[in-house]
RNA sequence: GCGCUUCUAGCUCAAUCGGCAGAGCAACUGACUCUUAAUCAGUGGGUUCCGGGUUCGAUUCCCGGGGAGCGCACCA
């Protein structure tokens, strides 16, 4: 750290103040603390005291020093613990002494831990308070906290999110609503026999999505690795080894924008079952949702940030991309309507398309046209066949693939397939995608000769899912992905 | 990647048609044994994001760079 001539003067006192406490023979950050008691069990042992009451029981705790309050002879303080929880410490001349007393004044302050012994009472207005007999530091802050009366600006949020969760009751819901959605997940998938496992995040092919990679490079292999985009192909290499239900819970990297909806970073769960197929995977993503929602919240409509009502309840309704885009544009379109036709609705409808692909025209098409205003919770079925390179051709629709999207508020919020098991069919849209890739388009996918090699040791009938977990907290709070995400990327 | 907006004290924000940079909370000194955003009196605290230019003078105007927010594009 620079002179102390240099700190910003606030700092500069609270190190003086540290080295004062070390000076003395004290420890500004002892290693433990004799505590008998959490400040949540102090205040649900004791709900309504009658005013100004001695219990005779005599507690210890800590908490963070979050209000101070100093009078001559008698302070109050209002300690914080983690769980958010705050009760009121009185130091009084009586109790602590002089000497004690001037050092608490002169030592203490507001965002420091402070450890403290006495007694459980009510202050004369009735308010829950340890009457301390005696304190010690906990540990000692060197920055102050930021001022409680005044909403943090959005970039401070991000960046000392350590500051948001100590000062803003939301940002640490917020980190809890998430563990119990994460708990919640495992729970169903449990229930239903299936096991979590882990995949390879560096891979020497990149595959299962079309996405950009982080590219990186290891040194000991002396080879290209990238950052997975998505665990899909590893997870079905386990359901050709026999894992015939499995899931996996974990991080994917894509190197594209990110906004209000879209993270470098973001946690993926994705699915397999044998001898599923779309339909399952539809009942079961529904299942996951509407078991999440009930576990952390109690209902299926739940209540956003800005106060709208998220309705998950009910069978979910399932509508079909072409008959849908064909009703919303007023014109039949198929899986063989010309390519031509296609253009030319794009053009008058402003959109600016320009791709090989059939299918990109009528899945831009359907955005354009059906997608804002599918707000309640709806599978969209059926998918053009030459963008989705992995999944099974339609049992009795020519021309798609059984595929659905999952939208919610407006938001693709997961997808399902029956997945595409023959390994010759495999074959035969990677070699496609590498057309487009040699043509330039960046997303497209490589070959995977290793996966295709599993696929030829015979895969059962699968359905497969997956669905972004930070969408999904979306979904279940309102929240932008920034502040679902507790450590998002910053720059 | 493109466009618009923004960056001032520890935090949240004012102000400047280009002329000594302000408030609230926080901090410091003092008073106060029932406060709870305690109160009262007083005090200090700034590379106005960084670099360059114009100017007697730039925090303000211009150019370049950086961070952030919003919109568009791409994507989940």
Redesign the pocket.
């Known amino acids: 750290m620079e002179d102390e001539q240099d700190l ?4 500069a ?1 609270r190190m003086a ?1 540290r080295e004062r406490i070390l000076a003395s023979g004290q420890d500004a950050y002892p290693v433990s603390l004799p505590i008998t008691r959490t400040i949540d069990q102090v205040k649900n042992k004791y709900p309504d005291l009658e005013i ?1 009451v001695a219990t005779g029981d005599k507690v210890s705790l800590a908490g963070r020093v979050m ?8 302070c ?1 303080a ?1 300690l914080q613990a983690g769980t958010g929880s705050r009760i ?1 410490v ?1 130091l ?3 109790k602590v002494g002089e000497e004690k007393l001037e050092e608490y ?2 030592l203490v ?2 965002g420091d831990h402070l450890f403290v012994e006495g007694e459980v ?1 009510t ?5 829950l ?1 340890i ?1 301390v007999d005696s304190w010690s530091i906990a540990a000692k802050t060197i ?17 000392h999110r350590f500051v948001d969760l100590i000062v803003r009751d939301r940002a640490r819901e917020v980190v809890q609503i998430r563990s119990k959605v994460m708990q919640s997940l495992r729970n169903t998938f449990t229930k239903d026999d299936f096991i979590e496992v882990e995949t390879p995040m560096l891979q020497t092919i990149h595959g299962g ?4 990679p982080f590219k990186t490079h290891s040194n000991a292999f002396d080879t290209e690795l990238f950052l997975r985009i998505a665990p899909e192909l590893f997870l079905k290499r386990a359901v050709v080894g026999g894992i015939d239900r499995v899931y996996e819970i974990n991080r ?1 990297f ?1 190197n ?11 946690a993926m769960l994705e699915a397999y079952e044998a001898y599923g197929d779309y339909n399952t995977m539809a009942e079961l993503t529904q299942t996951l949702i509407q078991n999440a929602a009930m576990d952390v919240f109690g209902t299926l409509q739940v209540q956003l940030e800005d106060g709208e009502v998220n309705d998950l309840s009910g069978e979910w309704a399932r509508v079909s991309m072409f008959e849908s885009l064909s009703e919303a544009a007023g014109v039949e379109i198929t899986p063989d309507t010309d390519i031509k036709v296609l253009k030319a609705l794009a053009d008058k409808e402003g959109l ?2 320009d791709h090989p692909l059939h299918g ?1 025209y009528v899945e ?1 098409l359907w955005e354009h046209f059906v997608k804002g205003g599918l707000q309640k919770p709806t599978f969209v079925m059926d998918f053009p066949v030459d963008t989705s390179p992995l999944v099974r051709d339609h049992r009795s629709k020519p021309g798609v693939v059984e595929k659905w ?1 999952l939208y919610i508020r407006g ?3 997961a ?1 399902g397939y029956s997945e595409l098991v023959d390994p010759v069919i495999q074959r035969e849209r990677f070699v496609a995608q590498v057309k487009l890739s040699a043509a330039g388009d960046p ?1 497209a996918m490589k070959l995977d000769e290793d996966f295709l090699k599993a696929l030829e040791f015979g895969m059962p009938p699968t359905g497969g899912m997956g669905m ?1 977990i ?2 999904l907290l979306m979904s279940l709070t309102g929240l ?3 502040e679902t995400i507790m450590f998002p990327l ?2």
């Open positions: 910003p003067e606030q700092i006192i103040k100004d209000f101070q309050r100093n009078t001559g002879k008698l109050f209002t009121q009185m009084s001349l009586d004044k002169e302050d507001l009472i202050s004369k207005r009735g308010e308070s009457l920055r102050p906290l930021p001022n409680l009366h005044n909403e943090l600006g959005e970039e401070y949020r991000v960046r999505a079309s996405a950009r994917n894509r594209e924008g990110a906004d209000r909806t879209h993270s470098p970073e973001f600016e398309i990109k831009e999207d938001y693709e919020q997808t997303e972004g930070d969408r932008g992905i920034r910053v720059k």
